[in-house]
């Protein structure tokens, strides 16, 4: 399972984005200053991959930093932010079935398995175990970016 979600740094992360060696990942948004963790996980809803960003960054261009490293799985399921074609070809590429909705826009819908999807609850859950801790949640220390490894 691949998903990602917006985490909100402290009020006091505003100085972490000037320039420096190790990037903080803290981007404007609507919404304020924010980060994303990107996060692969298995299917017992147990992180394998994390990827931290920008929050302005799209879910399938986290997708494209993590496909390298991805695992083999027999399928992966997304939401309607994975649903890109080149997206879904890398995965047939890599015989991996995607499990993704089609987007609103998509002229001819792509059919998935709605029984696999049921499952992407899981990740979700994980999100939310990991958002439990405020040192992740909204990025309160100025050394968030060791808890969560980036690529």
Request: net charge positive.
């Amino acid at each position: 399972m691949i998903d990602a979600t917006h985490l909100k740094p402290h009020r006091t992360a505003a100085s972490l984005l000037k320039k420096r060696d190790v990037p903080r990942r803290i981007g404007r948004t609507k919404g304020g200053l924010n980060s994303k963790l990107h996060a692969v996980c298995d299917g017992q809803g147990r992180p394998l991959i994390m990827l931290l960003s920008e929050g302005q960054m799209s879910d399938y261009r986290g997708a494209a930093l993590m496909l390298k490293v991805l695992p083999s799985p027999k399928a992966l399921i997304a939401d309607k932010g994975y649903d890109a074609d080149w997206f879904r070809e890398a995965l047939a590429n890599r015989d991996i079935t995607a499990c993704i909705p089609s987007r609103a826009n998509r002229k001819v819908p792509i059919p998935h398995d709605p029984v696999l999807y049921k499952h992407r609850h899981k990740i979700e859950n994980m999100f939310g175990k990991l958002k439990d801790w405020r040192r992740i949640h909204t990025r309160y220390d100025r050394c968030a970016h060791t808890l969560v490894a980036g690529i």
